[in-house]
């Protein structure tokens, strides 16, 4: 069992940044591969950056390469997302995700905890 809690959301202008952070309690954190999610109203979820336990290995989204990156502190337990050059349609309700073993990086079906969600803004 994993709970996650994101914060580090909120509104900027174009061009901006944001520091996303998840913190994690529970089970081994090392153990499980994490994600970034998405979503805004009338759409589905979708995967914006991934890394896989052991390998470290990350994955993006066509649309946030070189924008955005994922990375994580296993001592705190945090996983992060900067997100730098933000635009609005970058605007979103942004998910933190932990599985053991995820088949696919950025498919939300393969991930099993959740936390509720940090919204993230940008204007024009």
């Known amino acids: 069992q994993v709970r996650l809690v994101e914060s580090g959301g909120g509104s900027v202008q174009a061009g901006g940044s944001l520091r996303l952070s998840c913190v994690a309690s529970g089970d081994s954190f090392s153990d499980y591969s994490m994600a970034w999610f998405r979503q805004t109203p009338g759409k589905e979820r979708e995967g914006v950056a991934a890394?896989?336990?052991?390998?470290?290995?990350?994955y993006y989204d066509d649309s946030v390469k070189g924008r955005f990156t994922i990375s994580q502190d296993s001592a705190k337990k945090t996983l992060y997302l900067q997100m730098n050059n933000l635009q609005p349609e970058d605007t979103a309700m942004y998910y933190c995700a932990a599985d053991l073993t995820p088949v696919s990086a950025l498919s939300s079906e393969w991930y099993t905890y959740w936390g509720q969600g940090t919204q993230v803004t940008v204007s024009a």
């Open positions: 890394i896989y336990s052991g390998s470290g290995k990350t």
